[in-house]
């Protein structure tokens, strides 16, 4: 079984907003018997602000601060799946903290944040004339940090976020094993 596997290892889900890591990691926890944590829903709680309010009160770098401090907190526990802000990849800092666990990037095409987010007015940096444009400018910016994550998966326009656990859940024991014999030598 996966969860054996991992030894209590925490998963962190990455990967721009829209692409389904909170859906995606609730259903991960349930099978894994992991807990599971929204680090945006940690910051809204903490902070007594929902995420707009702390982007027009005190800026994207107090935000980014306050998703650092919740990460820094987080990667203390074990056998947890964590559903990352997008951006959370932007500071050198917090990757110290998602290596403590296993990380992986769900990755979708522009088109298919684009459909999801339509109607999302709870998302700062889609508040622009034109979205496509930032979305994929956030992207560009964004990709080859993702690139560093354990696991990439692609996400298809008909997959349901069931199979896309499942696909996760089937790459893990390779990555595992590839981490292991890589310590080992």
């Known amino acids: 079984m996966v969860s054996n596997l991992l030894k209590g290892v925490n998963l962190y889900l990455i990967g721009m907003m829209g692409v389904g890591k909170t859906t995606v990691g609730r259903l991960l926890a349930q099978q ?27 800026g994207e770098a107090a935000f980014r601060q306050l998703e650092s401090d919740i990460l820094a907190q987080v990667c ?14 932007l500071k050198q800092e917090n990757w110290g903290y998602l290596r403590h666990g296993l990380i992986v990037w769900l990755d979708a095409p522009v088109e298919i944040l684009l459909r999801r987010l339509a109607e999302d007015e709870t998302r700062p940096l889609l508040q622009d004339s034109h979205p496509e444009d930032k979305l994929r400018s956030i992207l560009k910016q964004r990709q080859s940090l993702y690139s560093q994550a354990d696991i990439h998966i692609t996400i298809t326009e008909t997959e349901t976020p069931e199979q896309i656990a499942t696909r996760i859940l089937k790459v893990i024991p390779s990555v595992l094993k590839t981490q292991d014999s890589q310590q080992q030598n």
């Open 76 to 89: 203390a526990y074990t056998k947890l799946t964590i559903a990352t802000g997008g951006g959370i990849v």
């Open 32 to 58: 894994l018997g992991y807990g599971f944590l929204d680090t945006d829903d940690v910051i809204v709680k903490a902070a007594r602000k929902s995420i707009n309010e702390i982007f027009a009160d005190e």
